[in-house]
């Protein structure tokens, strides 16, 4: 049943992915289950999408209550989900105003969009540059590609929105260097994802912070990975003692229904984007504002975040034990439960024989296994994913 499925989607979606030879039918907890009833111990989370573990039972009610009562309406009309989750997300994310998307990449493109507007306000021109960084990723539409620092992703649609430079995540001095009296807003991930899991140093985060303050350059924080728990901190940024002046967020937002949010303080808001500039028929509709309200809720009430810090040491430590002992695990990074294993080849074999042994792992950059799973696994799933880990380690 598998590979037929397989041979058909390979007809018929337009092939921009390589996919593993894998249909998931459904998922318990912290397990998928492919078409066949193979089990299978997750720790991709839909690539830090899936929170709360699968079948929730409070978080699928919600979403069927909410469809027998309305999906869609318009951004032309109120609706009590979205109140309701831009509530309790505006508190979570200690920020003001906040705008619904449909992704991460187009939360992106609204945080681009409010800072060059803010810009504008300021001295009515357009040239104004954005400073991104080195390895970052923020999505594929065409404004969140012009900031991905990786050029493989962008070379062939340059040039991009242009006015983009690009600095060295981790090194200020870099930073300082393309700063200009047109830099109209800095963008970087607190914790890099794709480009290899990096988390933002101190004096990094806290240096950008203050060339911001100094000339009015507005901070955009991309937490659309790293946020929502992950680290052990509702956002990344909030263990640094600095605030962005704009943040994005998504997957686990609506852990699996699709649904992103950039964020903004007032004066920002005050400041830039009005009515008529900037809009999606989509964003922020009842169905997907029902799945984030529930989630917020979920976290407010859940010990998930006090888990994700209990788990993630734990994790942490048996990582760090296979970068010592392990010949061609070259680096470990990482916090809470978005950690990284750099080996000196590519990881490819290791996740597909990872596969085959029933644990779903994935990879970031061709050299790292990035681990995600679900903020509600327990230790004694960490122990079974490093056993396997260490099986495929051995074996390939
Ligand atoms: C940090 C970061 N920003 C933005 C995006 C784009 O999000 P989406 O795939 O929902 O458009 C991603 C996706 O992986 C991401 O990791």
Redesign the pocket.
């Known amino acids: 049943m598998m590979k037929e499925h397989i041979e058909e989607a390979e007809k018929v979606l337009l092939h921009t992915y390589n996919r593993y030879q894998v249909v998931f039918d459904h998922g318990d907890g912290v397990y998928l289950y492919d078409e066949e009833g193979k089990k299978y111990l997750d720790f991709v989370a839909g ?2 999408v899936f929170a709360l573990g699968y079948n929730n039972k409070e978080y699928n009610d919600a979403l069927k209550n909410q469809i027998d009562k309305i999906i869609h309406t318009s951004n032309y009309y109120y609706n009590v989900p979205a109140i309701e989750a831009a509530k309790k997300l505006t508190k979570a994310a200690e920020m003001d105003r906040v705008f619904f998307t449909n ?6 493109e609204g945080a681009l969009k409010a800072a060059r507007k803010y810009a504008y306000l300021k001295d009515g021109c357009t040239d104004h540059e954005i400073i991104a960084m080195e390895h970052s ?5 065409m404004g ?1 590609l012009s900031v991905t620092g990786n050029p493989k992703y962008r070379e062939a649609f340059e040039p991009g929105i242009g006015l983009i430079k690009f600095a060295k995540m981790n090194d200020l001095e870099s930073v300082k260097a393309l700063v200009s009296d047109k830099t109209c807003a800095i963008i970087f ?1 607190t914790v890099q ?2 480009g290899g899991i990096y988390p933002a140093t101190d004096e990094f985060i806290k240096g950008v912070r203050k060339i911001c303050d100094e000339k009015d350059i507005l901070l955009i924080l ?1 937490e ?3 946020g929502m728990g992950r680290t052990g901190y509702m956002f990344a940024w909030q263990k640094y003692g600095v605030k962005p002046d704009i943040m ?1 967020v ?2 686990a937002l609506g852990c699996g229904v699709p649904i ?1 949010a950039f964020l903004l303080t007032e004066k920002v808001a005050q400041n830039s984007l009005k009515a008529g500039d900037h809009g999606t028929t989509y964003g922020g509709n009842p169905l997907a504002c029902a799945a984030a309200d529930k989630v917020l809720e979920i976290f407010a009430q859940s010990n998930i975040i006090s888990n994700v810090r209990t788990v993630g040491d734990y994790l942490y430590d048996k990582l760090e034990e296979i970068k010592t002992s392990v010949p061609g695990v070259v680096a470990h990074r990482g916090v809470g439960l978005i950690q990284g294993l750099e080996f000196d080849k590519p990881v490819a074999p290791i996740i597909n024989k990872a596969l085959e042994k029933g644990l779903v792992l994935i990879n970031a950059g061709a050299n790292i296994i990035r681990f995600v799973p679900p903020l509600v696994i327990t230790e004694s799933e960490v122990d079974a994913m490093i056993k396997i880990l260490k099986e495929c380690m051995s074996e390939v």
């Open positions: 690539i830090s992704s991460g990449a187009e939360a992106i990723f923020h999505g594929r539409t969140a991930e994802g794709e991309d659309v990975q790293c994005t998504a997957k992103g």
